[in-house]
């Protein structure tokens, strides 16, 4: 495969993570084999040239390329573009972070068409208009106006492109997914989420009020799933719900003290051992064999979500925005209000067919 070499990319990971609890971003875990670095270094495998810029505090092994050191301590990205446009061996570098760990080889290249000597810097726009100057090309053209800036102590980022003769890159029509692609890691909610969902299996939560459908919403999804193929599982909790009345003899054992027990028949096996801890997602991993889970309500967990507005029940959104795939609803004053994304209720199609283009089955 050959190699890029008109341009160097470059790895942010100098920031102080304070919002992580100060853990160094680059080596938080993405899947079971792969730390964030080794994810994101793997996306840049075609460059030539790879640096990886870190602050004087720090100290760890990257999986390839070169390490560049910030000079002046705690003066955000531009420390770390600045001593990127220095070191770089090209004219030009591709900067991203540490903390946008779901970038892929097609979206770089994607940016990549773009680079020109005619601007100072290329930048990604998404399709609400947000900019990420964190992820784009940066010429050294731009070297002297960021010297000006660090020389007179002023290393807010929106001074320095305010200065540059930029060229915004619109994902409005493509079909590159700027959420899933652009989202920083900041949090350790944001991390678990990201653990759940993107590096491993897809977990999608049903939500809605009382009596919305959610049940009969999954029966739906469940028989496209197993028409198309897919193997899906289900997960739901009812805390009144007592597992012990499962079978009489299993109900006789755990009162004389079995700590677990096995049910299991031709087709089927039920497995029931006492909880030591309130931990949900140490249950996750039983769910390694399936395509997909389909969870029942969880609309407090991290899990990605599909919300259930219904006419009757409740048209008010109850579940955290931030982890919201999309509507669903048979409310036409929803279906038509064009700010938030939503599919008709009674179209499990299509809903069935956004979710597998969501999670890439």
């Given at each position: 495969?050959?190699?890029?070499?008109?341009?160097?990319?470059?790895?942010?990971?100098?920031?102080?993570?304070?919002?992580?609890?100060?853990?160094?971003?680059?080596?938080?875990?993405?899947?079971?084999?792969?730390?964030?670095?080794?994810?994101?270094?793997?996306?840049?495998?075609?460059?030539?040239?790879?640096?990886?810029?870190?602050?004087?505090?720090?100290?760890?092994?990257?999986?390839?390329?070169?390490?560049?050191?910030?000079?002046?301590?705690?003066?955000?990205?531009i420390e770390g573009i600045y001593q990127g446009l220095l070191n770089c061996k090209s004219d030009f570098i591709f900067v991203t972070t540490c903390d946008m760990p779901?970038?892929?080889?097609?979206?770089?290249?994607?940016?990549?068409?773009?680079?020109?000597?005619?601007?100072?810097?290329?930048?990604?726009?998404?399709?609400?208009?947000?900019?990420?100057?964190?992820?784009?090309?940066?010429?050294?053209?731009?070297?002297?106006?960021?010297?000006?800036?660090?020389?007179?102590?002023?290393?807010?980022?929106?001074?320095?492109?305010?200065?540059?003769?930029?060229?915004?890159?619109?994902?409005?029509?493509?079909?590159?997914?700027?959420?899933?692609?652009?989202?920083?890691?900041?949090?350790?909610?944001?991390?678990?989420?990201?653990?759940?969902?993107?590096?491993?299996?897809?977990?999608?939560?049903?939500?809605?009020?009382?009596n919305s459908g959610k049940t009969l919403l999954i029966e739906e999804l469940l028989k496209h799933l197993n028409d198309a193929g897919f193997k899906a599982a289900t997960i739901k909790f009812d805390s009144n719900y007592n597992l012990n009345e499962l079978d009489d003899e299993l109900s006789r054992?755990?009162?004389?003290?079995?700590?677990?027990?096995?049910?299991?028949?031709?087709?089927?096996?039920?497995?029931?051992?006492?909880?030591?801890?309130?931990?949900?997602?140490?249950?996750?991993?039983?769910?390694?064999?399936?395509?997909?889970?389909?969870?029942?309500?969880?609309?407090?967990?991290?899990?990605?979500?599909?919300?259930?507005?219904?006419?009757?029940?409740?048209?008010?959104?109850?579940?955290?925005?931030?982890?919201?795939?999309?509507?669903?609803?048979?409310?036409?004053?929803?279906?038509?209000?064009?700010?938030?994304?939503?599919?008709?209720?009674?179209?499990?199609?299509?809903?069935?067919?956004?979710?597998?283009?969501?999670?890439?089955?």
């Amino acid at each position: 495969m050959n190699k890029i070499r008109n341009i160097d990319a470059l790895i942010l990971a100098g920031g102080k993570s304070s919002r992580m609890d100060f853990m160094d971003k680059a080596l938080l875990k993405y899947d079971k084999n792969r730390t964030f670095l080794e994810k994101i270094t793997d996306e840049l495998s075609n460059f030539e040239n790879l640096m990886v810029s870190i602050n004087k505090k720090q100290n760890f092994i990257i999986p390839r390329g070169t390490i560049v050191t910030d000079t002046i301590d705690n003066i955000g990205p531009i420390e770390g573009i600045y001593q990127g446009l220095l070191n770089c061996k090209s004219d030009f570098i591709f900067v991203t972070t540490c903390d946008m760990p779901n970038i892929t080889k097609e979206f770089v290249n994607f940016l990549l068409q773009f680079i020109s000597h005619d601007y100072d810097a290329v930048i990604i726009k998404d399709s609400k208009g947000k900019t990420y100057p964190l992820f784009g090309i940066y010429n050294k053209s731009a070297l002297s106006t960021l010297e000006g800036l660090i020389m007179d102590k002023n290393y807010r980022l929106q001074d320095f492109l305010s200065e540059l003769n930029i060229k915004y890159i619109s994902l409005a029509n493509t079909t590159f997914d700027s959420y899933k692609l652009l989202k920083s890691i900041d949090t350790q909610e944001e991390l678990k989420f990201n653990s759940i969902f993107m590096g491993n299996k897809p977990f999608i939560a049903i939500c809605g009020a009382k009596n919305s459908g959610k049940t009969l919403l999954i029966e739906e999804l469940l028989k496209h799933l197993n028409d198309a193929g897919f193997k899906a599982a289900t997960i739901k909790f009812d805390s009144n719900y007592n597992l012990n009345e499962l079978d009489d003899e299993l109900s006789r054992y755990k009162k004389s003290g079995a700590k677990g027990s096995l049910l299991f028949s031709k087709n089927n096996y039920i497995l029931l051992k006492d909880r030591v801890n309130n931990n949900f997602f140490q249950y996750l991993n039983y769910f390694k064999d399936f395509d997909i889970i389909l969870l029942e309500d969880f609309k407090h967990e991290p899990f990605p979500k599909i919300e259930i507005l219904k006419e009757g029940i409740s048209l008010n959104p109850s579940c955290n925005p931030t982890n919201l795939l999309f509507y669903v609803s048979d409310s036409q004053k929803i279906l038509e209000d064009k700010t938030f994304k939503s599919i008709n209720l009674k179209d499990t199609i299509s809903i069935f067919k956004e979710i597998l283009k969501i999670i890439n089955l």
